[in-house]
C-alpha cells in the first residue's frame, strides 16, 4: 500500500529573518533546543521554520509525493504536483492501478514509464537531456547548441509535452524556414538525438523524429571558405600584432599620452593575438581547441616539440600530438616569457611568481570572430564601408573566418608535398575524403604548376624536316599523274574477281541470277556484291 507525503527541503535564509530558539518534542519523548526562524512572507503572513546547521532555513514541500511499489516490485517516488491531499491520494490510485496492470501482463513497464513522464513539461526533460550529455563528457559548446536548437523547436512548433511531439509538424516548420542544409542537419541531429534518449530511459516508446532524411551538404553550401596566401597570412599577423598599439595611439593622437604599462600590455595583447593566428596556421587547431590549450600540454623542448592535446578539449574527443615547426615553437617561448614579464609587473609587495601556471589557458584572451575582422582590416585583405559592415568575400563567394586559419593549414600541406596519409594525422581526419575534398584549396597556379612538368611539344619543328615534307608534296601536286600502282591494281583485281565468284555461286544456290533482274520465282530481285577495288586517285592514275 503506497503512501503520499510532504518532502522536507531547505531553501536559502529569507530577508529579515528572525532567529529564536525553540523546545520541540522528539520522537523517543524527550525534549530538545533548536533554532527556528520566522519571517513575512510575500503576502505579509508570518511564517516559520526550523534552522539547520548550515545556516537554511527546513520546510515541507508545497506539493504532495507518492511514494509507492511498481509493476517490478521496485519502490519508486513521483512528484503528484497536488497540493490537495485528496487529489495526492487520486493520483497514487491510478499509479497503483497501472503497477497492477503491469504485474498482470496487460500494460509493459515500458508503456509504464511513458505514462509517467506523459505530464511532464519539455522543458524539465530538456534539461534532463542535457545534464545527460554533460555526463557523457561532450562540450559545452555543442551542448548550448543542442539546448538552443531544441528550445526553438518546441517554441515555434508549440510543443509543451512529449504527447504534442509530431515528425511532420517539425518537418514543414523546417522546411518553411530556408535554413541552410548545415542548419537544417542541425536541427535534425538534435530533434533526432532527444528522441533517442526519451526511448533509451522508457519516457516514449517511439522516437517521434526519426527516419527524418538528412539534406545534402555539398549541394548547398552557403558558406564557402577559401584559404589564406602567404602573402595575406604574413599581412594579417603583422597587423594583428601591432593594431592594439596603433588604435590606442590613433584615440590619444601623441605617444606621450599613453604609459608604459599600457603600452605593456597593449603590445602583450598584439603578440598574443598574432603568435594564435601563427599557431592556428601552421598545426590546424581548430578555434575552440586554441582556446581551451593550456600551458601544460606545449612541450616546447626537446628534438621534437608538440602539443599534447587533451582528449576533453579535442573535437573528436580523442587526445592527439601536434607537431610543432620550431620556429613556432620558439614564438609560443618568447610569448610566455612577455606574458611572466608582464605577471610579475603586476606584483607589487606579493609574492613574485616563478613561473605560469601548467593548468593556465594559453591564450587568455583568445580572439574572437569581431577581433578577427577588424584585424583583416587592418591587413587590407577586407574592407569597411561606411556603414560600418565588413566586406570579406572574394570573386566567387568565398569568405574569410577563423576557421580558414586551418584550410589555409591544410593548403599549406598539400602545396609542400605532403601525402594524403600525412595531410590527414596532420589535421586529425578520419576519413581521408574530408582531407582531400573539403580543405585542400589547390588553386589554378598550383595546377599551373604542374602542368609545368609536362614535355614541351612545339609547333616549329626542325627546318630540314619541314623543307623535305614540303618538296615532297610539291612535287606530287605537279605532277601529271601518281607513281606507278600496277602491282596494287593487280591485286585488287584478283581479290574482286574471286569475290564475285563467290557471290555467284551464293546465288546459284539461292535461285538467284546474278545478271538477271528476276528469280526463278517472277520477283524481282538484284544481286549485291562488295566491289573491293576502290577507285582513288591513290590506287588509279588521273586521267
Given at each position: 500500500?503506497?503512501?503520499?507525503?510532504?518532502?522536507?527541503?531547505?531553501?536559502?535564509?529569507?530577508?529579515?529573518?528572525?532567529?529564536?530558539?525553540?523546545?520541540?518534542?522528539?520522537?523517543?519523548?524527550?525534549?530538545?533546543?533548536?533554532?527556528?526562524?520566522?519571517?513575512?512572507?510575500?503576502?505579509?503572513?508570518?511564517?516559520?521554520?526550523?534552522?539547520?546547521?548550515?545556516?537554511?532555513?527546513?520546510?515541507?514541500?508545497?506539493?504532495?509525493?507518492?511514494?509507492?511499489?511498481?509493476?517490478?516490485?521496485?519502490?519508486?517516488?513521483?512528484?503528484?504536483?497536488?497540493?490537495?491531499?485528496?487529489?495526492?491520494?487520486?493520483?497514487?490510485?491510478?499509479?497503483?492501478?497501472?503497477?497492477?496492470?503491469?504485474?498482470?501482463?496487460?500494460?509493459?513497464?515500458?508503456?509504464?514509464?511513458?505514462?509517467?513522464?506523459?505530464?511532464?513539461?519539455?522543458?524539465?526533460?530538456?534539461?534532463?537531456?542535457?545534464?545527460?550529455?554533460?555526463?557523457?563528457?561532450?562540450?559545452?559548446?555543442?551542448?548550448?547548441?543542442?539546448?538552443?536548437?531544441?528550445?526553438?523547436?518546441?517554441?515555434?512548433?508549440?510543443?509543451?509535452?512529449?504527447?504534442?511531439?509530431?515528425?511532420?509538424?517539425?518537418?514543414?516548420?523546417?522546411?518553411?524556414?530556408?535554413?541552410?542544409?548545415?542548419?537544417?542537419?542541425?536541427?535534425?541531429?538534435?530533434?533526432?538525438?532527444?528522441?533517442?534518449?526519451?526511448?533509451?530511459?522508457?519516457?516514449?516508446?517511439?522516437?517521434?523524429?526519426?527516419?527524418?532524411?538528412?539534406?545534402?551538404?555539398?549541394?548547398?553550401?552557403?558558406?564557402?571558405?577559401?584559404?589564406?596566401?602567404?602573402?595575406?597570412?604574413?599581412?594579417?599577423?603583422?597587423?594583428?600584432?601591432?593594431?592594439?598599439?596603433?588604435?590606442?595611439?590613433?584615440?590619444?593622437?601623441?605617444?606621450?599620452?599613453?604609459?608604459?604599462?599600457?603600452?605593456?600590455?597593449?603590445?602583450?595583447?598584439?603578440?598574443?593575438?598574432?603568435?594564435?593566428?601563427?599557431?592556428?596556421?601552421?598545426?590546424?587547431?581548430?578555434?575552440?581547441?586554441?582556446?581551451?590549450?593550456?600551458?601544460?600540454?606545449?612541450?616546447?623542448?626537446?628534438?621534437?616539440?608538440?602539443?599534447?592535446?587533451?582528449?576533453?578539449?579535442?573535437?573528436?574527443?580523442?587526445?592527439?600530438?601536434?607537431?610543432?615547426?620550431?620556429?613556432?615553437?620558439?614564438?609560443?617561448?618568447?610569448?610566455?616569457?612577455?606574458?611572466?614579464?608582464?605577471?610579475?609587473?603586476?606584483?607589487?609587495?606579493?609574492?613574485?611568481?616563478?613561473?605560469?601556471?601548467?593548468?593556465?589557458?594559453?591564450?587568455?584572451?583568445?580572439?574572437?570572430?569581431?577581433?578577427?575582422?577588424?584585424?583583416?582590416?587592418?591587413?587590407?585583405?577586407?574592407?569597411?564601408?561606411?556603414?560600418?559592415?565588413?566586406?570579406?568575400?572574394?570573386?566567387?563567394?568565398?569568405?574569410?573566418?577563423?576557421?580558414?586559419?586551418?584550410?589555409?593549414?591544410?593548403?599549406?600541406?598539400?602545396?609542400?608535398?605532403?601525402?594524403?596519409?600525412?595531410?590527414?594525422?596532420?589535421?586529425?581526419?578520419?576519413?581521408?575524403?574530408?582531407?582531400?575534398?573539403?580543405?585542400?584549396?589547390?588553386?589554378?597556379?598550383?595546377?599551373?604548376?604542374?602542368?609545368?612538368?609536362?614535355?614541351?611539344?612545339?609547333?616549329?619543328?626542325?627546318?630540314?624536316?619541314?623543307?623535305?615534307?614540303?618538296?615532297?608534296?610539291?612535287?606530287?601536286?605537279?605532277?601529271?599523274?601518281?607513281?606507278?600502282?600496277?602491282?596494287?591494281?593487280?591485286?585488287?583485281?584478283?581479290?574482286?574477281?574471286?569475290?564475285?565468284?563467290?557471290?555467284?555461286?551464293?546465288?546459284?544456290?539461292?535461285?538467284?541470277?546474278?545478271?538477271?533482274?528476276?528469280?526463278?520465282?517472277?520477283?524481282?530481285?538484284?544481286?549485291?556484291?562488295?566491289?573491293?577495288?576502290?577507285?582513288?586517285?591513290?590506287?588509279?592514275?588521273l586521267s
Amino acid at each position: 500500500m503506497g503512501t503520499i507525503y510532504k518532502k522536507i527541503v531547505t531553501r536559502s535564509m529569507p530577508d529579515g529573518a528572525e532567529m529564536f530558539p525553540r523546545r520541540v518534542k522528539g520522537n523517543d519523548g524527550t525534549t530538545r533546543s533548536e533554532t527556528w526562524a520566522r519571517w513575512k512572507d510575500a503576502k505579509g503572513k508570518m511564517r516559520q521554520a526550523r534552522v539547520t546547521d548550515a545556516g537554511r532555513i527546513a520546510m515541507e514541500s508545497s506539493t504532495y509525493y507518492a511514494e509507492y511499489r511498481d509493476g517490478q516490485d521496485s519502490v519508486r517516488v513521483i512528484a503528484t504536483g497536488c497540493r490537495d491531499k485528496g487529489a495526492a491520494l487520486a493520483v497514487l490510485t491510478k499509479l497503483e492501478r497501472e503497477a497492477e496492470l503491469v504485474r498482470a501482463g496487460v500494460m509493459t513497464p515500458s508503456e509504464q514509464a511513458a505514462a509517467l513522464h506523459a505530464k511532464t513539461a519539455l522543458t524539465a526533460h530538456i534539461e534532463s537531456f542535457i545534464a545527460h550529455l554533460k555526463g557523457k563528457g561532450t562540450i559545452e559548446h555543442h551542448r548550448k547548441k543542442t539546448k538552443r536548437y531544441l528550445e526553438v523547436t518546441i517554441e515555434a512548433c508549440k510543443f509543451s509535452k512529449l504527447s504534442d511531439l509530431r515528425r511532420e509538424v517539425f518537418e514543414q516548420w523546417l522546411d518553411s524556414q530556408g535554413y541552410s542544409a548545415r542548419v537544417y542537419n542541425g536541427y535534425r541531429v538534435a530533434a533526432i538525438s532527444f528522441g533517442n534518449w526519451l526511448v533509451r530511459v522508457r519516457r516514449i516508446a517511439v522516437n517521434p523524429f526519426a527516419g527524418i532524411p538528412r539534406a545534402n551538404e555539398l549541394a548547398d553550401v552557403r558558406r564557402q571558405r577559401r584559404a589564406f596566401t602567404e602573402k595575406e597570412l604574413n599581412k594579417l599577423i603583422q597587423a594583428a600584432k601591432a593594431r592594439p598599439l596603433q588604435e590606442k595611439l590613433t584615440n590619444r593622437g601623441s605617444e606621450a599620452d599613453v604609459q608604459d604599462s599600457t603600452r605593456a600590455r597593449l603590445e602583450l595583447l598584439g603578440l598574443e593575438r598574432a603568435t594564435a593566428y601563427k599557431l592556428m596556421a601552421l598545426t590546424g587547431l581548430r578555434c575552440n581547441e586554441a582556446a581551451t590549450l593550456t600551458v601544460g600540454a606545449l612541450v616546447l623542448e626537446g628534438d621534437t616539440p608538440h602539443i599534447a592535446l587533451e582528449g576533453r578539449n579535442a573535437k573528436n574527443r580523442r587526445a592527439a600530438r601536434i607537431a610543432l615547426r620550431r620556429d613556432i615553437a620558439g614564438d609560443l617561448r618568447d610569448y610566455l616569457a612577455a606574458r611572466l614579464s608582464w605577471l610579475r609587473s603586476g606584483y607589487s609587495g606579493q609574492p613574485i611568481p616563478l613561473q605560469i601556471s601548467s593548468t593556465a589557458r594559453v591564450f587568455d584572451n583568445m580572439p574572437s570572430l569581431r577581433i578577427f575582422d577588424k584585424d583583416l582590416v587592418a591587413a587590407g585583405i577586407a574592407t569597411k564601408d561606411d556603414e560600418g559592415r565588413i566586406h570579406k568575400t572574394d570573386e566567387q563567394g568565398r569568405t574569410l573566418d577563423m576557421h580558414s586559419l586551418r584550410h589555409t593549414f591544410a593548403t599549406l600541406l598539400g602545396r609542400s608535398g605532403a601525402s594524403v596519409q600525412v595531410a590527414q594525422t596532420a589535421l586529425r581526419h578520419s576519413d581521408p575524403k574530408l582531407t582531400l575534398s573539403t580543405y585542400t584549396h589547390l588553386e589554378l597556379h598550383d595546377v599551373g604548376r604542374a602542368l609545368e612538368g609536362l614535355p614541351e611539344l612545339p609547333m616549329q619543328g626542325d627546318s630540314s624536316v619541314a623543307v623535305n615534307v614540303a618538296v615532297t608534296i610539291g612535287k606530287t601536286c605537279n605532277s601529271e599523274s601518281f607513281p606507278d600502282t600496277s602491282a596494287v591494281n593487280h591485286a585488287a583485281a584478283q581479290a574482286n574477281a574471286h569475290t564475285r565468284r563467290i557471290a555467284n555461286k551464293d546465288n546459284a544456290n539461292h535461285g538467284v541470277s546474278s545478271h538477271g533482274d528476276e528469280g526463278k520465282d517472277g520477283g524481282p530481285c538484284r544481286s549485291r556484291t562488295c566491289d573491293l577495288v576502290i577507285k582513288s586517285h591513290l590506287l588509279y592514275q588521273l586521267s
